[in-house]
């Protein structure tokens, strides 16, 4: 059961690009929607779940760690507008599981042992092997875009890094942890669109993409209690197979246009995103 729940985040999170790219707008457009969605269903959870008052050291980091979430989540749909979702997911996946895993290993003590850290290594390295297969490009100009998307998805991933090890952070519900969380990410998302672009809570399309927050939420929720149950760095990690469903959601569904010798990466990197993804579960 802990493993069919991990999967979901997986699959959520791995259909929002094909979504945002259907649906389209600006990225403040993007994040604006992504915070309204996020609260609808943080409200709803915590009206209806939530039993009992959420401390107020927990509230005041969930929220902080959901308002970190915004620098991540903007990074990437930046780098979507510039890259396309085929090659911004499997990128943003190779810098969101270094940064995890190595937080996880080091602070919370996960793959105790010798032989786990060494497997986790190696099965980290399949993850970034496959991530760098599937956003190969022979053609200069998309190298050139890529390079651009990289810079961006770099400097921002650490919003990332930040919300996935908040579960093992406190000692708390993950129901208790969900509200805060979710109000962080819709402050966030308002404090970004109020001093960059606010004719975007005025734009029809913001409201139309409150769908992607409410897949992201969730998903998030789903995600706290795979980190209960698996740990941060398994949790984290399974998710990361979102980049199956969005890559081939952007060759299939969006179109994203690929030579013959891109496709062959793309797809032996995903071979080896699974099977590294499928060896941490062992650990």
């Keep these: 059961m802990a493993m069919l729940i991990a999967l979901i985040p997986a699959i959520g999170w791995g259909i929002q690009p094909v979504i945002l790219g259907k649906i389209g707008g600006k990225p403040t457009n993007q994040i604006l929607g992504t915070g309204i969605g996020a609260l609808i269903i943080g409200l709803i959870i915590n009206y209806w779940l939530v039993p009992a008052a959420i401390p107020a050291g927990v509230f005041w980091l969930s929220l902080l760690s959901g308002a970190v979430w915004i620098v991540g989540q903007l990074g990437q749909y930046k780098a979507l507008k510039?890259?396309?979702?085929?090659?911004?997911?499997?990128?943003?996946?190779?810098?969101?599981?270094?940064?995890?895993?190595?937080?996880?290993?080091?602070?919370?003590?996960?793959?105790?042992?010798?032989?786990?850290?060494?497997?986790?290594?190696?099965?980290?390295?399949?993850?970034?092997?496959?991530?760098?297969?599937?956003?190969?490009s022979e053609q200069g100009s998309a190298k050139n875009t890529l390079s651009q998307g990289f810079m961006i998805l770099l400097m921002t991933s650490f919003g990332y890094w930040v919300y996935s090890a908040l579960p093992k952070m406190v000692s708390a519900s993950s129901l208790s942890i969900f509200f805060p969380q979710m109000l962080g990410v819709f402050l966030g998302a308002v404090i970004y669109v109020a001093f960059t672009d606010p004719v975007a809570f005025k734009t029809p399309v913001s409201w139309r993409l409150s769908v992607i927050g409410l897949t992201f939420s969730i998903s998030a929720l789903a995600y706290i209690f795979s980190a209960k149950a698996n740990g941060v760095v398994t949790a984290f990690i399974m998710t990361q197979l979102n980049v199956v469903v969005a890559t081939l959601g952007g060759l299939m569904i969006l179109h994203e246009m690929k030579t013959p010798k891109e496709l062959r990466r793309v797809l032996l990197g995903l071979v080896l995103i699974v099977v590294g993804s499928i060896i941490t579960v062992f650990l």
Excluded: D, H, N, R
């Design 82 to 136: 510039i890259m396309g979702v085929a090659k911004t997911m499997p990128l943003t996946t190779g810098l969101q599981l270094i940064g995890t895993s190595v937080i996880s290993v080091l602070f919370f003590g996960e793959w105790a042992t010798g032989s786990s850290k060494l497997i986790g290594a190696f099965a980290i390295l399949l993850l970034i092997v496959g991530a760098m297969l599937t956003s190969y």
